[in-house]
Every structure is written in C-alpha cells, then in structure tokens.
C-alpha cells in the first residue's frame, strides 16, 4: 500500500530560524504532491502543491518544496520561520491520477519567540 | 478561495444515540466529497469517498452500516454516526474536491464526543 512518511514527529525552532521537513512516499508511479498547514483549531490550509514542471514549488508564507523524484522525497523549507508559523504541517501524496489524498503523519513545528 | 463549512463544529452525543455531520461546498459544486478522521496528534485518515448520486467507497475497515454517507447534492454530504460509542468520539473533517484547480479543500471539521 502507499504511503507517506515525514521524519520528524515534533520540531522545535527559534523565530530566524531555517526549517525543513522531510517527507518521502513509497508510491513509483506518477504523483501529485501537497503540503498543508493546521493552525491551532484552524482547518486544513493548503501550502502548495507539486503536479508537473519545475521541481521547485514555490508557496504562501514563504515556504517552498523541492520534489526529487529519485529519492521519492518531497521536502518542505522555510529559509526562517517566525513564531505565527506554529502549527501542524502535513504532507500529502495523491498517486496515479486519482483524488485520493495519502496523508502523512505530520510534523508539529513549535517556534518559540 | 473555495469555501467548504461542517455543522455541527462540535457535537456531545449520549451512547447508542445518533449524529448527523453536514458538510456544504459554499461557492463551488463538489461531485466528489471525503469524509476524514483525525484522532488527536495524529493524521488525517481517509474513511470514505462520497460521489453525489452513488454509494459512497468505504476504506477498509470503515462500517459502512455504523458511517452512513450520503452525498444528496453536488453542495452537500452527510455523514451519520449511528449507534455511536465513545470509541467513535474523535475529530471529523470533510473535504471537497474542485474539479479545476485539481484540489480538495477541507472544512473546518466537528468534534464529536460521545459519552
């Protein structure tokens, strides 16, 4: 079965600094791939997304992805993150060509002030 | 952006007792609607896939007979609890898919607690 894994289960950061969170999925064929944010008892918010083209996806609040097909990998960074960006952060794969999300884990990122 | 609603937000419900969850794509029409569960400090799983006009697809291990889905409209799904038992107290999230841009957007999700 597919699925997606995200390597850290809490993050702890201080404001400035940089942020990655790693995400791989085990699916070889086509795929789309997803970052979204949870704020605290905020629904899910969609960070961007990665179809085709460029691997480099850029999103909101500054955040970006890079999608390395050979390593199945799907990374989120922030070059620094601020306090607001407290939150839950899921990677999300839809594999083939169906709407079918595979969720990850998540990533709690804590940034203290 | 696409705008989907859930009513109740959150819900108390005695054991053996019922409980209806709408979810409503406010501004576009959704042929397709998901239905979440997110356990607390966990991850989102799929329950089922709500297609408007059909049965709903149920992921493995989901009663269908106990999470009664019914996708009424293109706007509108239902998700019924029925018989429920604390063990079914959790947070659930729907989600509708738009057709263009390619993207699931989710509500804001009903906490259920069943006591």
């Known amino acids: 079965a597919q699925s997606v894994s995200q390597h850290n289960h809490h993050v702890i950061l201080s404001e400035a600094a940089s942020l990655e969170l790693g995400c791989n999925y085990s699916?070889?064929?086509?795929?789309?791939l997803f970052w979204y944010v949870q704020y605290p008892g905020q629904h899910l918010q969609l960070l961007l997304k990665?179809?085709?083209?460029?691997?480099l996806v850029k999103g909101i609040k500054g955040f970006e992805a890079e999608f390395i097909k050979s390593k199945f990998s799907f990374n989120l960074r922030k070059p620094s993150v601020q306090w607001s960006d407290t939150a839950e952060y899921f990677c999300?794969?839809?594999?083939?060509?169906?709407?079918?999300?595979?969720f990850g884990p998540g990533t709690r990122l804590s940034v203290l002030p | 952006g696409a705008v989907v609603s859930q009513h109740p937000s959150w819900v108390i419900c005695k054991s053996g007792t019922s409980v209806k969850i709408e979810c409503r794509s406010l501004?576009?029409?959704?042929?397709?609607m998901f239905w979440y569960r997110q356990f607390p400090k966990q991850s989102l799983m799929l329950m089922a896939t709500?297609?408007?006009?059909?049965?709903?697809?149920?992921e493995q291990g989901v009663e269908k007979d106990k999470f009664l889905i019914n996708h009424a409209s293109l706007t509108l799904s239902t998700l019924t609890v029925t018989s429920a038992h604390p063990e079914d107290s959790s947070f659930y999230i729907c989600?509708?898919?738009?057709?263009?841009?390619?993207?699931?957007?989710f509500g804001p999700g009903t906490r259920l607690t069943v006591t």
């Open positions: 989600s509708a898919y738009r057709l263009e841009p390619y993207e699931q957007y």
């Open positions: 699916y070889g064929g086509t795929v789309n």
């Open positions: 990665y179809f085709s083209g460029d691997p």
């Open positions: 999300a794969v839809i594999p083939g060509y169906g709407q079918n999300f595979v």
């Open positions: 501004d576009f029409q959704a042929t397709t």
């Open positions: 709500s297609n408007e006009g059909s049965k709903a697809t149920y």
